[in-house]
């Protein structure tokens, strides 16, 4: 008798562990499942590409180092001692345009004026479609004891062979279209016949992102002035000097402010450090996804920084949900009514007050149905199932998803800014790492830039193109216009900048 009881307590051992190897079983196929849809052809508005930004940062520096200065060749000899000059780099069929400036001296009063020699300072340059030579000539003048003669213009690079034109097009075709140097280099050769080395071009890139970092700090103080931002981040990796054999992970931290300029951070971890750091004089409203650090920062910080939820990843999670049950279908259901008065809304072009009022109407009641529909709900469902999983986010988050509605300023997501960070699959092919954790600042710069035209619809090489032109000889409290919020202002003659992209 106690052997058939001791037989039969094993096997309904054995079978309560076969139903949980079963359900685990389950579970696991679920998750593949879900990993071949995000990955292998998922829903092109709910699927996500795990490196977002990284497929956009395509073409970043690929080289550990770049040059100090721009290559010149040991050619010429005077006295019997080589001196060396700069590499001739366009052909002479190229179409010159000479540019006369006489001194102001000379121009107001010519009479006496002898003129005895000239200074010519040879300039590449964009002029869509093609590259020209610019000469400016520059004669000097000798009258009695004096001489005279007319400064060069401020230029993007002192004493670089490179007009703002040539400049504002390699850093839109590298940035921006996914084009590594190295494919710009084939290009100039053969479609112009111009000799550029992806060296010499590098060095243009780098005191380029040098030139721009006043905007890009202009754009930093702007956004921290403000009280509301979102915030995001996505992986990179990068080659760091000191480790041998391998790429290491850094992160770019991805800031902004709806219709206003976007800022890219360069940090070399994911840790709560970076945002810390930047946020550290930041008072207000913070809209992120459920990363740990953000919350974590929030929860330190209670009394001055608000956490403001993303319902569009609320979204995803019912949408992966509903591979595992039909139920998930009535909760995407009813996020799709708080997104169908969002969109209304954008119809109608409302502003704050009446996306409150609208919101706390309409948009109320179906988080008070949502909220009491995921607590019943949680007690028959799995914890570790794709529906349990998506409540527990969600209810984690409930104060934070709840910001949006008595708050017209705030968006419903956080799709602003994941929008700005949307990754090209031409860049993808096109790019594999950062060659040196000193190109991810300098990327930081000009991706902020770029970000912030696409927010703005802005064409990248015309902004980028004035400010290499005026920038040079602006003065410190003129750097603000150079943002591409202002820019885009003083253009339009707007109060406030067009924004582009809106979820």
Not at 242 to 251: A, F, H, L
Request: overall charge positive; proline content about 6%.
């Amino acid at each position: 008798m106690n052997t058939d009881t001791t037989l039969l307590e094993k096997l309904e051992e054995m079978s309560a562990r076969i139903v949980a190897l079963e359900m685990e079983n389950r579970l696991l196929r679920q998750k593949l499942d879900q990993y071949i849809r995000h990955y292998f052809g998922g829903s092109r508005n709910e699927g996500l590409d795990k490196h977002q930004l990284e497929l956009l940062l395509q073409g970043l520096p690929n080289v550990v180092t770049l040059p100090a200065a721009e290559p010149k060749t040991t050619t010429a000899t005077r006295n019997g001692t080589a001196h060396p000059v700069r590499r001739m780099l366009v052909e002479d069929k190229l179409e010159t345009q000479e540019i006369v400036i006489e001194p102001a001296e000379v121009q107001v009063q010519p009479d006496g004026w002898r003129k005895i020699s000239e200074e010519r300072t040879s300039q590449l340059d964009w002029v869509a479609p093609k590259i020209i030579k610019r000469v400016y000539i520059r004669p000097r003048y000798v009258k009695q004891e004096r001489f005279a003669l007319a400064p060069l213009p401020p230029q993007p690079i002192e004493q670089g062979m490179v007009g703002p034109g040539l400049l504002a097009q390699i850093l839109v075709s590298k940035y921006e279209y996914h084009q590594p140097l190295y494919r710009q280099e084939k290009m100039f050769r053969q479609q112009f016949g111009v000799e550029l080395s992806r060296k010499t071009m590098g060095y243009w890139v780098e005191q380029a992102a040098e030139l721009l970092k006043p905007v890009y700090r202009a754009i930093r103080e702007d956004l921290l002035a403000g009280n509301y931002l979102q915030a995001d981040e996505t992986p990179i990796r990068y080659l760091d000097p000191d480790v041998k054999g391998k790429s290491q992970q850094g992160y770019l931290w991805v800031y902004s402010r709806p219709k206003s300029d976007v800022l890219f951070e360069w940090r070399v971890s994911r840790a709560r450090a970076g945002p810390e750091e930047f946020l550290k004089n930041f008072r207000g409203k913070l809209q992120t996804d459920g990363y740990g650090a953000y919350e974590s920062l929030a929860k330190s910080r209670s009394g001055d920084l608000t956490l403001v939820g993303c319902w569009a990843h609320v979204r995803r999670g019912f949408h992966e949900a509903l591979a595992e049950t039909k139920l998930a279908a009535w909760f995407v259901g009813q996020i799709g009514q708080l997104y169908a008065v969002e969109k209304q809304l954008r119809k109608q072009k409302a502003g704050p007050a009446l996306r409150q009022t609208m919101r706390v109407w309409q948009s109320q009641p179906v988080m008070t149905r949502l909220h009491r529909a995921m607590e019943l709900v949680r007690r028959k469902t799995l914890p570790q199932g794709l529906l349990g999983q998506a409540i527990d986010y969600t209810l984690k988050r409930w104060t934070a998803l709840n910001q949006f509605i008595t708050d017209g300023i705030l968006e419903i997501d956080n799709n602003l800014i994941e929008n700005s960070i949307r990754p090209s699959a031409l860049g993808k092919r096109n790019w594999m790492f950062i060659g040196h954790p000193e190109a991810g600042e300098r990327s930081a710069v000009i991706y902020t830039l770029l970000g912030s035209c696409r927010r703005l619809g802005i064409n990248p090489f015309d902004y980028l193109k004035d400010l290499f032109t005026r920038l040079p000889a602006a003065k410190i409290t003129q750097i603000k216009q150079f943002t591409p919020a202002m820019w885009v202002r003083a253009r339009t003659g707007a109060s406030q900048p067009a924004q582009q992209n809106l979820p």
